[in-house]
């Protein structure tokens, strides 16, 4: 399976920006898709997971919206009311059904080259 994000891109605290996520190869609608992201210096994070149901992390609750469309095999993730503390690399990644505890970030198979987000003050 190949991941591909765009939309990252720098923009002011209290915007928005849209990320997009392309897969390709063996995908099912079943798969578990999910967002981490990566600011310099820390470890990688949880942000959003999308299957039956959506899961977030509790710092972009209520703010970023994770969603899928199988038709077109991609996922996005809506991003609104940026703070400068959600600037990191923005990852995709694909985890088969079944796999695990989606906030882990072990059990995700694919992975995708990462877009930056960069929010500023």
């Known amino acids: 399976v190949q991941l591909v994000e765009s939309g990252g891109g720098l923009v002011q605290a209290g915007g928005s920006l849209r990320l997009s996520c392309a897969a390709s190869?063996?995908?099912?609608?079943?798969?578990?898709m999910g967002w981490f992201r990566q600011a310099p210096g820390k470890e990688r994070e949880f942000v959003a997971a999308i299957q039956w149901s959506t899961f977030y992390a509790d710092s972009v609750k209520g703010r970023f919206t994770i969603s899928r469309d199988n038709a077109k095999n991609t996922v996005y993730l809506q991003m609104n009311s940026l703070k400068p503390e959600d600037t990191a690399v923005y990852y995709c990644?694909?985890?088969?059904?079944?796999?695990?505890?989606?906030?882990?970030?072990?059990?995700?198979?694919?992975w995708g080259q990462g877009t930056q987000v960069t929010v500023s003050s």
């Open positions: 990644a694909r985890a088969r059904s079944g796999s695990g505890v989606v906030y882990y970030s072990r059990v995700y198979d694919s």
């Open positions: 190869g063996r995908t099912f609608g079943s798969d578990v």
